[in-house]
């Protein structure tokens, strides 16, 4: 009787952090780049080209948000704010370089 329960147990534990695959998460950036501020979260997961479970949708939602990739405003509407050419603008800026950073920092203390 316990060893059954805790099959039970991680069967619902396994079930409950389901993590979706890179092909879902990729997926679901693509229509919202390609929808982008046109439809609220419900609407867009309407227009999925593949079905996915809503948990798992938002999941991803949440994901997108903390890369700074999406924002959805206050009114429930979903954009893509992810800019790549602006990033590697950024990047080519060699005074931004963390490594640049941290020897001007010491070369203020030894100073």
Request: net charge positive.
């Amino acid at each position: 009787m316990v060893q059954q329960l805790a099959k039970n147990e991680k069967k619902y534990i396994v079930k409950l952090f389901r993590s979706p695959t890179l092909d879902t998460v990729s997926m679901v950036e693509k229509t919202i780049e390609k929808f982008n501020g046109e439809f609220k979260k419900t609407q867009l997961w309407g227009k999925l080209p593949r079905k996915i479970m809503w948990s798992t949708y938002l999941r991803i939602l949440c994901y997108l948000e903390e890369i700074n990739k999406i924002i959805i405003s206050e009114n429930g509407i979903v954009n893509y704010i992810w800019d790549p050419e602006g990033a590697k603008e950024y990047l080519k800026k060699r005074h931004l370089y963390h490594y640049n950073v941290k020897t001007k920092k010491n070369r203020k203390t030894k100073r």
